[in-house]
């Protein structure tokens, strides 16, 4: 079975620094790409991230330079490293498995709460 | 970078309704256009990708179309799980931005 939990939000101070992680389960984050969408509250989807099966990346203009994506195989995890937090990245924070044929995300996991406020 | 524009933005409407939602892509996608249904307090779930293509499990009243810039969801009979918000997202080119979203509410 396909699952996907999100771990490691938390409430920060505007500056600060959180590592976001999803552990993949019933498929291997090797050879699927993987993305990152946030949800403010109240608000639409955005997304953020996605990394390719064969290691490369690309992120939305409002997170580059300050969030990187990333994967450990041996743990099957994805994670998303979030540095230079401002108030406006306050939001649910999912994971999601991408297939590679048409780029949809066909699965989710439940998402993760982060909050940035001093 | 390519703009999502999604209408309505909301739309009050009854069970066994057909409803009918669209998409509009700032630039040619091709078919590369997926849609999503969010219930409240709940991940994303795929409906419908590559525009046309109805996702495992997900109930034929809901049908895609469209290519190119402009793209279409519809439901043919509207039923009382599918109150929800729905999102158009294209996965052409990175970042694989999404439509601000509709939300289905009870008239």
């Known amino acids: 079975e396909v699952q996907l939990v999100e771990s490691g939000g938390g409430l920060i101070q505007p500056g600060g620094s959180l590592t976001l992680s999803c552990a993949a389960s019933?498929?291997?984050?090797?050879?699927?790409?993987m993305s990152w969408v946030r949800q403010a509250p109240g608000r639409g989807l955005e997304w953020l991230s996605v990394?390719?099966?064969?290691?490369?990346?690309h992120y939305a203009d409002s997170v580059r330079g300050r969030f990187t994506i990333s994967r450990d195989i041996s743990n099957n995890t994805l994670s998303l490293q979030m540095n230079n937090l401002r108030v406006d990245d306050t939001a649910l924070y999912y994971c999601?498995?991408?297939?590679?044929?048409?780029?949809?995300?066909?699965?989710w996991g439940q998402g993760v709460l982060v909050i940035v406020s001093s | 970078e390519t703009q999502m524009t999604q209408s309505p933005s909301s739309l009050s409407v009854s069970v066994g309704d057909r409803v009918t939602i669209t998409c509009r892509a700032s630039q040619s996608i091709s078919n590369y256009l997926n849609w999503y249904q969010q219930k409240p307090g709940k991940a994303p779930k795929l409906l419908i990708y590559?525009?046309?293509s109805l996702h495992t499990g997900v109930p034929s009243r809901f049908s895609g179309s469209g290519s190119g810039t402009d793209f279409t969801l519809a439901i043919s009979s509207l039923q009382p799980e599918d109150f929800a918000s729905y999102y158009c997202?294209?996965?052409?080119?990175?970042?694989?931005?999404f439509g601000q979203g509709t939300k289905l509410e009870i008239k």
């Open positions: 997202q294209q996965s052409y080119r990175a970042p694989y931005s």
């Open positions: 590559a525009a046309s």
């Open positions: 019933g498929f291997s984050v090797r050879n699927t790409y």
């Open positions: 990394i390719y099966s064969a290691g490369g990346t």
């Open positions: 999601a498995r991408d297939r590679a044929n048409w780029g949809m995300s066909d699965f």
